[in-house]
């Protein structure tokens, strides 16, 4: 059964630097987006992207996130310069149509 | 502001036995309800979608009900095994949103042997 995958499975990284997430989603998929996990805390929604756009975003995306999906496949989340908040499990999903999401395993991201 | 709850004390019951589970919401009207289940460490794993005008759907040895009156969803387990073990989320969706999804905080799933 296709997956969504995630790498790295866990990224360790100073405050100030910037780090990129990577995702692969499920081939025939047409939504993308990103999540957000802190240890302990709900799920929470960051961007979905669809037909090369954002199609929504969170206060939490701000001017230090951003997305791409540089060939047809990888789909990335950028922070530019890491806080020591961003700490968090990130997730990608993606979906055919904008309802039912499929997860990926996450990336841990710790800031030091 | 929009508020989803769910059963904050983690569910603890014995095998054999039903497992239902509340999502609760406010100031929000979601065209679908998903429940999804987490695991420690993991990514969430889709279990089942319901929309606005469904009152009810069943997958195997699940149901999920809907009460848009309510603002209430229920999450059922029949005949639970240990192996359901894990958390429990809810997330709302509205049209037009871009698939956003907003969850609630989980519940915690506990099924002895």
């Known amino acids: 059964e296709p997956e969504v995958t995630q790498t790295p499975s866990h990224q360790v990284t100073q405050m100030g630097q910037e780090v990129i997430l990577r995702c692969v989603p499920i081939s025939n998929h047409l939504y993308f987006y990103w999540y957000r996990q802190i240890l302990g805390q709900k799920v929470e929604f960051l961007v979905s992207f669809y037909n090369n756009e954002i199609s929504e975003k969170s206060e939490i995306f701000d001017d230090q996130f951003s997305v791409e999906r540089p060939d047809g496949s990888n789909f990335t989340l950028k922070i530019r310069s890491t806080k020591l908040e961003d700490s968090a499990m990130y997730f990608c999903?993606?979906?055919?149509?904008?309802?039912?999401?499929?997860f990926g395993p996450g990336t841990r991201l710790t800031v030091l | 502001s929009q508020k989803i709850e769910q059963n904050s004390e983690a569910l603890n019951i014995q095998e054999g036995k039903t497992a239902t589970l509340t999502c609760n919401y406010t100031n929000y009207s979601p065209a679908y309800l998903q429940w999804y289940r987490q695991d420690p460490g993991r990514g969430p794993v889709f279990l089942l979608l319901?929309?606005?005008?469904?009152k009810e759907k069943r997958k195997e040895r699940l149901k999920v009900t809907f009460d848009t009156t309510l603002k209430q969803s229920l999450f059922h387990i029949t005949a639970s095994q240990p192996a359901d073990s894990a958390t429990y989320l809810c997330?709302?969706?509205?049209?037009?949103?871009?698939?956003?999804?907003?969850f609630g905080q989980g519940t915690e799933l506990s099924v002895k042997p």
């Open positions: 319901i929309r606005e005008n469904e």
């Open positions: 997330a709302l969706d509205r049209y037009n949103q871009g698939g956003k999804l907003i």
């Open positions: 999903a993606s979906s055919v149509g904008a309802d039912t999401q499929y």
